[in-house]
C-alpha cells in the first residue's frame, strides 16, 4: 500500500495518522509539489487533481483524505473508526464534513497569514482576511465545545472525523488561536496530541516548519 504523500499537507498528515493508528504496513512516497511532480503525467494518472494526498492499494487507488482515512479504517474495523452503524456513521461523516467546510478554512485562513506569511516572507499580512477568519472561528468554536460536552471523542468513540478535525489545530499556537474559553476543546486535542500514531505522523510537518 502505497500513500501518495507531502509533508507539508494537512490532508495528508490526517491519512498518515490514521493509517499509523491502525498499524496498517504502508509505503510513503513523497511528491514534490514544489518540483512539480504533482503535475507529471505519471502522477495525474493517479491522482487527476494533481493533488495529495493519493492512495494505491494493490492496484485501487482513491484520492480525497477523507475518502482515504474511510477507507483505510475499513481494513481494521474492528478499531472502529468508521463505525458500521448508519447513525453513528452519520454523525462521523456530519463532524468530518464540518470540518472541511467551516472551521478548516477559518481556522487555515488566520495561521496562514499571521505564521506561514511571515515565516516564509510571502508578503504583508491581511488584517481584513484575519478579522474574518478570527469571527468564524470564534463563531464554530463553541460548536465543537457543545459537540464534545461529556464526550472524549467528538463521534462518542475514537473516530475518522477526530483525526480530520485535529489537522485544523496543529499550528494554532502559531496563530495565537487561543483555546483559553473551550475546555472541552483543549481536553480532546491534548488527547489526540498524545496519541503516539499522531505524534508519529505529525513529525515531518511540524519539522519543517521549524
Known amino acids: 500500500m502505497k500513500i501518495y504523500n507531502g509533508n507539508f499537507s494537512a490532508n495528508a498528515l490526517r491519512v ?4 499509523l493508528e491502525l498499524g496498517l504496513d504502508f509505503e510513503i512516497v513523497e511528491i514534490n509539489v514544489m518540483g512539480g511532480e504533482n503535475k507529471t503525467e505519471d502522477y495525474l494518472a493517479i491522482n487527476p487533481n494533481g493533488k495529495i494526498p493519493a492512495l494505491e492499494d494493490d492496484g485501487f487507488i482513491i484520492w480525497e483524505s477523507r475518502a482515504i482515512t474511510s477507507y483505510l479504517a475499513g481494513k481494521r474495523p474492528e478499531a472502529g473508526l468508521y463505525p458500521d452503524d448508519i447513525k453513528q456513521r452519520a454523525i462521523v461523516d456530519q463532524w468530518s464534513y ?3 467546510v467551516h472551521l478548516g478554512p477559518a481556522m487555515s485562513k488566520v495561521i496562514f497569514e499571521r505564521f506561514f506569511k511571515p515565516k516564509f516572507r510571502m ?3 491581511d488584517p481584513v ?5 478570527v469571527k468564524e472561528i470564534a463563531q464554530f468554536l463553541p460548536v465543537l465545545e457543545a ?3 461529556g464526550k472524549d471523542w467528538v463521534a462518542g468513540n475514537l473516530s475518522v472525523a ?3 478535525l485535529a489537522s485544523a489545530f496543529v499550528f494554532r499556537k502559531e496563530g495565537d488561536i487561543s483555546l483559553a474559553d473551550y475546555p472541552n476543546v483543549t481536553g480532546w486535542i491534548d488527547r489526540m496530541e498524545s496519541r503516539p500514531s499522531w505524534q508519529e505522523a505529525v513529525k515531518p510537518l511540524v519539522a ?3
Open 147 to 149: 459537540g464534545l460536552n
Open 123 to 125: 508578503g504583508e499580512t
Open 98 to 100: 464540518w470540518q472541511t
Open 16 to 19: 498518515r495518522a490514521v493509517a
Open 208 to 210: 519543517m516548519m521549524s
Open 162 to 164: 477526530d483525526f480530520a
Open 129 to 133: 482576511a484575519i478579522d474574518s477568519g
